[in-house]
């Protein structure tokens, strides 16, 4: 599936950042991942595990955050977690609400060990 | 041991592209469209309404994705339009850098509308921005109504439904109304449209559909989050 694509351009994107940074290692990285952002964390863990085994960042810690499907209402501003599908806001009733928030598929941060 | 903040998009690389292709459009009042559907819901069938019957005067042009085989580009050619078919060898999605390489091999010229039909895939397409104006979903009657809520990615971030197939309403136990219902939880701005490639029944509505949405990028509309 599509994980081994994106698993493999986190690594392109962790390639240029250790380059950037001669002498030091980099321990674990850090990603979010939103829950319609039709990506399986686990699958791309996985992926990442294979494609780093044998390489500069085998061993590497994959800490995933998973970022919950939020929704802002136009009438009210109200924003609010959707949970099954529910995605009329909760204050005013509004159905056509907007999702602000759960299809990012971002590198948070790194943890690097200093040379 | 220090912690470092990075906030890059996972697929950075892609949107790089993706962005130099969407500034590309833009500029040459081109509105790009990126067809997305599962395996056999009909995008092609689409495609072939839409150019027979597309609008005198406007110009238009195909890149069509496949894992293997040209027959979507040869069921396409007959209308005389440019189309390039993409193949990807195994890839289950196309990116950024297929369509711009098969944009370059099209050379389509000054064109108003582009349409990519990307692989039969209700999952990993929507993962990869193209460059386009906006994905659009194509769903079948003969699938089931609650493909919105199974597949939510491609739904989030798809401007307009097209539900294909309606001559087969009366044989299938698809429940349309149910389909739009969850179309809408899904996405609630999501535009709905029906159509059969059939019988032809609903292409003026999507042909007029494409009209409204070619006004908006060249009004200089902002471009959806979608």
Known sequence: MHEMGIASSILDTLSAEAAKR????ILALGLKIGEVSGVNPDSLEFCLQCLVKDTDFDGLG?????APRRHRCPKCDREFDVVDYEVACPGCGEFETRLVSGDEMEITYLEVEDG | MSRVSVKRKVLKENDRIAGGLRAGFLARNVLTLNLISSPGAGKTSLLEQTLRRFPGGRKTAVLTGDIETDNDAKRLEPFGFPVKQITTGGSCHLDAPMVER???ALGAGD???LFIENIGNLVCP?????????KIVVLSVTEGDDKPLKYPATFVRSELVVINKTDLLP????DIARARENAKRVHPGIDILEVSCTTGKGIDEWLGWIEKRLDAVRKGAP???T
Do not use: H, M, N, W
Request: charged content about 25%; hydrophobic content about 40%.
């Open chain 2, 223 to 225: 471009e959806p989050k």
């Open chain 1, 22 to 25: 001669p002498g030091t290692r």
């Open chain 1, 62 to 66: 994959i800490q995933i955050e998973t």
């Open chain 2, 171 to 174: 044989y299938v136990t698809f």
């Open chain 2, 126 to 134: 929507a993962s990869f921005d193209l460059g386009e104006a906006c």
């Open chain 2, 102 to 104: 098969g944009l370059a």
């Open chain 2, 111 to 113: 064109i108003d509308v």
